[in-house]
């Protein structure tokens, strides 16, 4: 599914080269969804980002073997001076989709509203996760990525973010972090602890989360 090829990854802050991800390989496995834990600052959000494309590694290769997504709800890659309409028409023309297709189906499901045809610069973090999260479901992935978030908004939005999340992972593998031991359990049937810029693998994941629940002590 995605394969890590001696991957290093580090960050350089007042002299001092802190490193996330010491010359790392590792096979994401296909038909397996995997739940990354670790303390802070141990590098799970560097490492999602990574896996997506939207940060590169200091050395090593990651190889996608299948349809990656960006992280999930992530509005990063959105610009503020476009419309939401434009926004969308944009991304989707980027993963070959037919935008209309996908406009009707983002507009339906994040409720936005007259503001899809006003520049997103002007939404409310709400709206801008809404948006963000409707494009990530718009799409269909082989594997999706999410960092802590599964679902935005209030109570009625975030049970339908689950319920439209819920049945794409039917069909599609997962790589995600959070801090919610229960979620991970929910969603994950591997885990890997991120320490010291190794990542160790559990078959387990009810493994993975007593390690880190030790680190974390």
């Known amino acids: 599914m995605i394969e890590l090829e001696d991957v290093y990854k580090y960050y350089k802050s007042n002299g001092h080269r802190k490193v996330v991800l010491n010359h790392i390989s590792l096979e994401f496995q296909a038909g ?6 670790g303390v802070n600052g141990a590098g799970k959000s560097t490492l999602v980002r990574i896996l997506a494309g939207t940060e590169l590694p200091n050395g090593g ?4 073997k299948v349809r990656v997504s960006w992280p999930l709800g992530f509005s990063g890659g959105l610009h503020p001076k476009l419309t939401g309409r434009e926004n969308v028409k944009f991304i ?3 993963y070959g989709q037919d935008p209309r297709k996908i406009i009707t189906f983002v507009e339906d499901f994040a409720e936005v509203g007259a503001y899809m045809d006003v520049p997103i610069m002007t939404y409310s ?5 809404r948006l963000a999260f409707g494009l990530s479901m ?3 992935f082989d594997c999706y990525l999410i960092d802590e978030v599964t679902a935005v908004g209030d109570a009625r939005f975030a049970a339908r973010c689950k319920e439209e999340f819920d049945r794409r992972r039917k069909k599609a593998d997962i790589v995600m972090v959070s801090h919610a031991m229960s979620t991970i359990k929910d969603y994950c049937d591997r885990g890997i602890v ?8 559990f078959r387990d994941v009810d493994d993975a989360i007593e390690l880190y629940k030790k680190l974390n002590a």
């Open 32 to 37: 397996r969804s995997y739940g990354i834990l």
């Open 61 to 64: 290769r990651v190889r996608r």
């Open 92 to 94: 989707s023309r980027i």
């Open 125 to 129: 973090s709400g709206m801008i996760a």
């Open 138 to 140: 718009s799409i269909d």
């Open 194 to 201: 991120l320490a010291g810029g190794q990542m160790h693998v």
